[in-house]
Each structure stands twice: as C-alpha cells, then as structure tokens.
Antibody, heavy 116, light 112 residues
Framework: QVQLVESGGGVVQPGGSLRLSCAAS????????MHWVRQAPAKGLEWVAF????????YYADSVKGRFHISRDNSKNTLYLQMNSLRTEDTAVYYC?????????WGQGTMVTVSS | DIVVTQTPLSSPVTLGQPASISCRSS???????????LSWLQQRPGQPPRLLIY???YRFSGVPDRFRGSGAGTDFTLKISRVEAEDVGVYYC?????????FGQGTKLEIK
C-alpha cells in the first residue's frame, strides 16, 4: 500500500526550529521527486519546496527560501523539512506529496503552530 | 511566477446535475518536454488533498469517470457530469510546469 506519513509537527515560538519527516512506503522512494505543501488554517494550498529523486535539484517558495531546507535519505525512504527562523505566518498543516509533476499521493499532514 | 486563477470560487450544485470549474494560467503551461503539467485535486472536509486528474485530462487510479479534465495552453476545465454527495469539498488546479509550483485559490463545491 502506497503511503506517506508525516511527523515532527508541534508548537514552537517565533524564531524557533522544527524538523518534519515524511516516511514513505509501498513504492520505490528513490525513483520519485517529492514536495512539501502547506495549508494555513481555513486557507488554500501553498507549495513550499521540491527535491528531485536523487536530491540534486531543489526548489523553494520565496516565502521560505533561506529559512527552510528540504532533504531526503533514500536509504531510509524518508523526506525531511528543516524549518528555521519560524514565523507566525508559517503556522499550517504541512503535507508531503509524491511525484515531480502530479502530486499523486499525499500524507495526512502534520500541524505546525508558531506562537508565543 | 505563473499565476493560476480559478472560477468560480464557490459552486452550489443540485445532486445529479453537472458542475464545471475553470482554471486559467498567466502563461502557457506547456513544458519544454511537450507535456502540460496541470492537475486537479479534490480536498474533502477534514481530509488531505487527493489527485483526480493529471496532465490536463488523465484520470488518476480509482477516480470515477464522471470527472473529466480538458483544455490546453492557458485554459483548463474540470467537469463533473453528475454531482454526488461525496463530491462535496474544495477543488484546486495546480501547475507544475514551472517552479515555483502554483495552486489556484480553490473552488468550494457544495450541494444546493
């Protein structure tokens, strides 16, 4: 069964850091590009970052560039998002999604709340 | 950045009747490889998004055939031939032809 499971969310103060993980199963993780997408409360979807299947090409949204870092460990079938210098506007559910062009599988999401 | 604009933002529909959502991009979504990476997602209340349609018109595995995508270049449409109760939710178009990836604002489908 193809599955993505996010973890690592929580409550953090402004300026703090969190690392999200996305555990993949049921498919050959090392063959696929992966995205992080977030959704603020009662808002639409916002793309955050992408990493190519081999980790060589990486792209970020301007809103997180310089603060967030996407990475992957293909030996562990896991995608990561290191989030630094967090701001209140980063509060959202963070989803990982499979596929460079089609977002064909999504995880259930992990909630990140940035609040003092 | 490519701006993706959906209309309408809200669509009240009678059960069994058709529904249509439009998605327009600020520039052509044809990739250099010849493909057009425009997808449609459905997000039911309290659920993560789910892929319905990719590359304009290809239905993803398990998606009912009442969902149909069409279009080309900068203008795209998602049509539901006969709306069912389980179709309630928010629909997004998303382009992945060019980074940054951009989503439409979402269209809320509700039953009259």
């Amino acid at each position: 069964q193809v599955q993505l499971v996010e973890s690592g969310g929580g409550v953090v103060q402004p300026g703090g850091s969190l690392r999200l993980s996305c555990a993949a199963s049921g498919f050959t993780f090392s063959n696929y590009g992966m995205h992080w997408v977030r959704q603020a409360p009662a808002k639409g979807l916002e793309w955050v970052a992408f990493i190519r299947y081999d980790g060589i090409s990486i792209y970020y949204a301007d809103s997180v560039k310089g603060r967030f870092h996407i990475s992957r460990d293909n030996s562990k079938n896991t995608l990561y998002l290191q989030m630094n210098s967090l701001r209140t506007e980063d509060t959202a559910v963070y989803y990982c999604a499979k596929g460079a062009y089609a977002f064909d599988i999504w995880g259930q999401g992990t909630m990140v709340t940035v609040s003092s | 950045d490519i701006v993706v604009t959906q209309t309408p933002l809200s669509s009240p529909v009678t059960l069994g009747q058709p529904a249509s959502i439009s998605c327009r991009s600020s520039q052509s979504l044809v990739h250099s490889d010849g493909n057009t990476y425009l997808s449609w997602l459905q997000q039911r209340p309290g659920q993560p998004p789910r892929l319905l349609i990719y590359k304009i018109s290809y239905r993803f595995s398990g998606v009912p055939d009442r969902f149909r995508g069409s279009g080309a270049g900068t203008d795209f449409t998602l049509k539901i031939s006969r709306v069912e109760a389980e179709d309630v939710g928010v629909y997004y178009c998303v382009q992945a032809t060019q980074f940054p990836v951009t989503f439409g604002q979402g269209t809320k489908l509700e039953i009259k």
